[in-house]
């Protein structure tokens, strides 16, 4: 199993771009989510799903959307890219029950200048 | 609402002497404690998660948490570090029944010195 896959693994962006950050898992996990990482912030949660078709807020969504159309991914799109999105972005895949581990991928370092 | 605290953002130690990274939690109800590890460049994994029973877990790399429900801590251990152990880690909370979502700490960098 190739886990939890992230496209691409880095990107610079000029302000007010756009560009989609893939995200694919081969778990048959239900429950996906999107986490932004900045130095001394811990992770935050952009948006989560559970379940195709499913889609949630989390902490910080403001600026993002997202997709689930199957199981296996669950893209993050920044529609007009802002030096404030500068971040390195994790996806992630759990099964969902309380206490489930979560799979994450490797992350997408994305500068925006 | 949960919360996690990692008071260390950096813990500087020998190679081959103990280590202690510490986490404190928040949380009204019932909890579920994690540690996940990032290496370099890496995403994050599981080292050890505490559920219920015994309140001390042990991962299969020598490190350990104890769950201490009335000091609210979950703090991460272990006895001899190697270089090998230099990454970040972090703990992280949820709240038990149902799904619930996971609340991450700002993470403790851990660098092991030669």
């Known amino acids: 199993n190739a886990g939890v896959t992230q496209t691409p693994k880095f990107r610079i962006l000029k302000i007010g771009q756009s560009m989609t950050l893939q995200c694919t898992q081969d778990?048959?996990?239900?429950?996906m989510y999107w986490y932004r990482q900045d130095p001394g912030m811990g992770l935050k949660l952009i948006y989560y799903s559970v379940g195709a078709g499913i889609t949630d807020k989390g902490e910080v969504p403001n600026g993002y959307n997202v997709s689930r159309s199957t199981t296996e991914d669950f893209p993050l799109r920044l529609e007009l890219a802002a030096p404030s999105q500068t971040s390195v972005y994790f996806c992630?895949?759990?099964?969902?029950?309380?206490?489930?581990?979560?799979?994450f991928g490797p992350g997408t370092r994305l500068t925006v200048t | 609402a949960q919360s996690v605290t990692q008071l260390d953002s950096q813990v500087p130690v020998f190679e081959e002497a103990p280590v202690e990274l510490r986490c404190n939690y928040s949380s009204s109800v019932s909890v579920y404690l994690f540690w996940y590890v990032q290496y370099p460049n890496q995403g994050l994994q599981l080292l050890l998660k505490y559920l219920s029973g015994s309140t001390l877990v042990e991962s299969i790399n020598g490190f350990e948490a104890e769950f201490n429900k009335s000091q609210t801590s979950f703090h991460l251990r272990k006895p001899s570090v190697h270089i090998s152990d230099t990454a970040e880690y972090f703990c992280a909370v949820s709240e038990t029944g149902g799904y619930q979502k996971v609340t991450f700490g700002i993470g403790t960098k851990l660098q092991v010195i030669p």
């Open positions: 778990m048959n996990h239900n429950y």
């Open positions: 992630a895949s759990s099964r969902g029950t309380s206490g489930a581990e979560q799979y």
